[in-house]
């Protein structure tokens, strides 16, 4: 896989997403370690979207630990059931916020933040990382969004039992 990805210069959103899957597909298939492949994930999202944030919490013991992030510094561990992210993990489901500042018990990692989407990843059926993406614009994000998310943690999820 090259270094550059390919993507429609004036392509809908909906485009963008079914160039980007097969080259991060292809990028993280042949890699084995988890922390390249999110940290590539991560950089991917952020070159194709420009997203205000985008990164991975995994799971460690009770808590949600940092991982492989572009964007500003952010929140370093986050307890199972808190916020959007321990939610997400808690619920076993995507969760799609369009104001963070309307959901119940959201941890303010950044104020800059006003539209969250995190999608959890499974491994033998339980959630092993989360996918977090927060936009700096209320209601960023929809189910566009939430569908090339899911099938990206798919892949992710594929390469991990391969």
């Known amino acids: 896989m ?6 429609p210069q004036a392509g809908s959103k909906e485009e963008i ?5 097969p ?3 292809a990028l993280i298939s042949g890699e084995q370690d988890l922390v390249a492949n999110l940290a ?9 979207f420009g997203f205000f944030w985008v990164g991975f919490y ?3 013991g009770q808590e949600l630990v940092l991982g492989p992030f572009q964007g500003p510094i952010a929140c370093t561990r986050i307890a199972y059931g808190r916020g959007v992210c321990g939610t997400a993990w808690k619920e076993k ?3 799609l916020v369009p104001d963070v500042e309307a959901f119940p018990g959201h941890i303010a990692c950044s104020s800059a933040s006003k539209s969250e ?3 959890p990843a499974f491994q033998d059926g339980e959630v092993f990382l989360v996918l977090d993406v ?7 994000f929809d189910a566009v969004d939430q569908r090339y998310f899911e099938a990206l943690m798919d892949i992710l999820e594929k390469t991990r039992t391969t």
């Open 23 to 25: 080259q991060v597909e």
């Open 40 to 48: 590539n994930i991560a950089a991917a999202l952020r070159e194709a």
């Open 58 to 60: 995994v799971v460690q």
């Open 17 to 21: 997403y079914q160039a980007l899957l």
């Open 117 to 119: 989407i995190v999608v």
């Open 134 to 140: 927060d936009s700096d614009r209320l209601d960023d």
């Open 2 to 7: 090259a270094e550059t990805l390919f993507l």
């Open 93 to 95: 489901k995507t969760q």
